[in-house]
């Protein structure tokens, strides 16, 4: 990705932290004791939900279900052995740790769904329907929750606060949604939902991400694993950016017939090879950046190449030069980056000084 996203601290993580007290509670179901809410001693506040969404006789159907998945899967860890229990412990951990999943961490043992079938299917059935619906506003609009841990729209509009650059850090190229808005992006299971246990609603795992980043081309690819195994991937909220640099070469100088194919690019740093080919090949940062220096954008980065020689005297060196600069200042404001790589582009083929 382009630039790393800021993590923001809110009430919404506590959604995680009950996760958390209950997976604990579900650990020493072998010992044998009866599920019940004296379990949740140590958490008073899932403890008030779960009796709630349990007995209370208003409860809405969806807390019901909320509260009898946890008993089902309490007996279901009921019958298992200590050495399950530690290896769910281990994923659990794993599984959570977004940064370390993200570096390849050998020592980061991960889990899918597929995993936790090899030590019980059943269980490993309701931990998937009990994760996968865990992030769904049916639950988490319910008062019962609501009032504990707020709203995802206050979340997303913190979150934009703090993270005001609204380009979409994973492609550089669409803008997202900011505080004034009354809409927002939809936040992106960086790790798939639909693949991995216990980190469904940790934002750690959330990042808001472009309609097109999310929508059409990430999907439900793995971004640290593919058909080799497992591999290295940008985490959303490191602390230090990636700084990529783009470089792009062109095959003739005939813009009005430029296609895709005709369009080379690479990417450096070297030190980061491993994430750099993993962001290309998850959002389709090859065929959209190709597209893009096909398209209008491009065509209007040239004319203003020739807008600026034909009426102010600039000739095109010093455009590029002040291309750099704007780039130095601000990569991905006007696409900055990619403008600097096409028009460098452009520049070695002579194309800017044909116009």
Not at 203 to 218: R, V
Not at 276 to 296: H, L, N, Q
Not at 310 to 334: G, R
Request: charged share 25%; net charge negative; aromatic share 12%.
């Amino acid at each position: 990705m382009l630039f790393s996203y800021t993590y923001v601290h809110h009430s919404m993580e506590k959604m995680q932290e009950f996760i958390k007290s209950i997976f604990e509670v579900w650990c020493i179901a072998p010992f044998g004791q009866e599920f019940s809410l004296e379990l949740f001693e140590g958490d008073t506040e899932i403890k008030d939900i779960l009796s709630h969404f349990g007995f209370a006789a208003n409860a809405p159907e969806r807390g019901r279900k909320f509260y009898q998945d946890v008993k089902c899967i309490y007996a279901l860890f009921s019958g298992l052995n200590s050495s399950a229990i530690d290896q769910l412990k281990e994923w659990y951990c794993a599984n959570n740790d977004i940064e370390k999943v993200c570096a390849n961490d050998p020592e980061t043992k991960i889990a899918i769904y597929a995993d936790i079938a090899g030590i019980n299917p059943d269980l490993s059935k309701e931990l998937s329907s009990f994760f996968k619906g865990l992030y769904s506003k049916e639950l988490l609009d319910l008062a019962e929750l609501r009032d504990k841990i707020g709203r995802i729209d206050e979340h997303y509009k913190a979150f934009m606060q703090v993270n005001s650059i609204d380009i979409c850090p994973f492609c550089g190229l669409s803008h997202l949604k900011g505080v004034h808005h009354t809409k927002r992006e939809a936040y992106d299971h960086f790790l798939p939902k639909a693949s991995y246990p216990f980190n469904t609603i940790n934002f750690h795992n959330l990042a808001p991400a472009c309609n097109e980043c999310n929508s059409s081309y990430k999907l439900g690819k793995d971004p640290v694993h593919n058909a080799t195994g497992r591999r290295k991937a940008f985490y959303p909220y490191a602390s230090v950016n990636p700084n990529i640099e783009i470089h792009v070469e062109l095959n003739h100088s005939d813009i009005d017939n430029l296609n895709p194919e005709d369009i080379r690019l690479t990417f450096e740093p070297d030190v980061v090879r491993d994430e750099i080919d993993t962001w290309r090949e998850i959002y389709g940062i090859d065929e959209r950046f190709r597209a893009k220096c096909c398209g209008a954008d491009a065509k209007a980065w040239l004319e203003e190449v020739r807008i600026l020689q034909d009426i102010y005297n600039i000739e095109p060196a010093e455009s590029l030069s002040i291309v750099q600069k704007q780039t130095e200042h601000d990569p991905v404001a006007n696409i900055n980056f990619l403008k600097k790589a096409f028009l460098n582009g452009c520049n070695r083929v002579g194309l800017l000084n044909l116009i």
